[in-house]
C-alpha cells in the first residue's frame, strides 16, 4: 500500500476548486541572514488554518458518495478539516470526542457542521467509538494521516513549490512529509526532504532509528499539533519517511518559540508546528546550501498563547 507521483496528480486535479492554491512568499529577512533564498509555502492561509483540507478533501472525494457519512476522533486540524470537507462536499460527517475536549473546541467542530458525539474520558474511548461507528453503523474513517489517500492529498504541496534544494516539512504522523517527498523526489530527486518536529514526543523519528514504529513518552509542546503517535500497525506513512526523507531534526521549545516570534514579526500568525522549519533555520540546525521551501503548515495557535509568545514566552502552559 503506497502512494505514486499518479496519485498525487489525481488527487491535484480531485481537489482543484475546494482547495485554495496557497502563495509561496519570500522570507527576505532570513534570505538576507543566510544568504540563500528561503520562501514560505503558506499553508497557514488555507481554509480551515491547515493544509489537512486537502487530504481530507481527497480522501472524501475518493470514496465518490458511496457512503452513509464520515467520522474521525480529531479534535485538531484533521476534525477540522474532515468537518468542512464533509460540509463542502455533501457528506455527513460525525466527530466522536471525550468529556474532555474543552467546550470551545466542541462548539468550533460543530459550527463547521458536523455531528458531535461526546463518549467517555479518553482520546482512546473516543477512538474506541470511531471503530465502534464503523463496524456497527458502516460509517467511513477518515484517518488522520496513515491513508493513501490522505497522504496523496497533502502531497499535492509537492506540486506547488518548484525544485528547491531543500524542502523543510513539519513532521508527526508523516502524511505532510510522505505525500510531499513522494512528489518532489519523483519530480526533482536531488531536493533534500527534510523532517522536522519537537524534541519531546518525535514518535517519528523514534520509529526511523528503532527500524519500526515505536511508542514515545509525550510532554506539553508549543507544537501541539505535532503530538500523538504514528500507530504501531502503521502502514503507509512509516515506510515513506523512512525510505525517502534525507534526515529528521528535532527541535526545543524555545527554538520552536524563536520561529514563531520571526514568523510573527513577518506578519505570519502560525502554530507551533509551523514554525519548526524556520526554528531550525534560525538555530543554525539546518544549514541551506540553496534556495529553501519551509511549509509553514497551520495557523491555529491560541491568540492568547501567541501574543504570550511573541512577548518572549517559551512554553506551552
Ligand atoms: C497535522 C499537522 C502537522 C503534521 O502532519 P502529519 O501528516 O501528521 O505529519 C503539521 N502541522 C500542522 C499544523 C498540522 O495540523
Redesign the pocket.
Known amino acids: 500500500m503506497t502512494v505514486t507521483l499518479d496519485d498525487i496528480r489525481a488527487a491535484a486535479s480531485r481537489i482543484a476548486g475546494h482547495v485554495v492554491q496557497t502563495p509561496l512568499v519570500e522570507d527576505a529577512a532570513l534570505s538576507a541572514r543566510l544568504g540563500r533564498p528561503v520562501w514560505l509555502k503558506c499553508e497557514h492561509r488555507q481554509t480551515t488554518g491547515?493544509?489537512?483540507l486537502r487530504g481530507a478533501a481527497n480522501a472524501i472525494l475518493s470514496l465518490q458518495g458511496k457512503v452513509r457519512g464520515v467520522v474521525t476522533a480529531s479534535t485538531?486540524?484533521?476534525g477540522r478539516a474532515v468537518a468542512h470537507a464533509a460540509r463542502m462536499l455533501g457528506v455527513p460527517a460525525t466527530v466522536c470526542l471525550s468529556r474532555l475536549v474543552p467546550a470551545n473546541k466542541v462548539q468550533a467542530i460543530r459550527d463547521l457542521g458536523a455531528r458531535v458525539r461526546i463518549v467517555g474520558n479518553s482520546q482512546d474511548e473516543a477512538m474506541a467509538e470511531v471503530a465502534r461507528a464503523v463496524s456497527e453503523e458502516g460509517l467511513t474513517e477518515i484517518p488522520?494521516?496513515d491513508h493513501p489517500t490522505v497522504v496523496a492529498g497533502?502531497g499535492t504541496i509537492g506540486l506547488e513549490i518548484g525544485a528547491p534544494e531543500a524542502v523543510l516539512v513539519?513532521?508527526?504522523?508523516?502524511?505532510?512529509?510522505a505525500g510531499i517527498a513522494v512528489a518532489i523526489k519523483a519530480l526533482s530527486p536531488r531536493t533534500r526532504v527534510i523532517g522536522l518536529t519537537m524534541e519531546n514526543g518525535a514518535a517519528?523519528a523514534a520509529s526511523i532509528r528503532a527500524g519500526h514504529p515505536v511508542e514515545v513518552v509525550e510532554t506539553a509542546s508549543l507544537a501541539d499539533?505535532?503530538g500523538g503517535g504514528i500507530g504501531l500497525g502503521n502502514r503507509v506513512?512509516f515506510p515513506l519517511c523512512r525510505d525517502l526523507l534525507n534526515e529528521v531534526i528535532l527541535l526545543t521549545e524555545a527554538e520552536i518559540a524563536q520561529g514563531i516570534r520571526h514568523l510573527g514579526r513577518a506578519g505570519h500568525v502560525v502554530?507551533g508546528?509551523?514554525a519548526v522549519g524556520t526554528a531550525a533555520l534560525l538555530a543554525g540546525k539546518f544549514v541551506p546550501a540553496g534556495p529553501t521551501v519551509t511549509i509553514l503548515?497551520?495557523a491555529?495557535i491560541d491568540p492568547v498563547l501567541h501574543a504570550r509568545v511573541m512577548a518572549g514566552a517559551t512554553e506551552a502552559a
Open positions: 491547515a493544509f489537512k485538531g486540524n484533521h488522520p494521516f497533502q513539519p513532521l508527526s504522523g508523516g502524511g505532510l512529509a517519528m499539533s505535532l506513512t502554530e508546528a509551523a503548515s497551520g491555529n
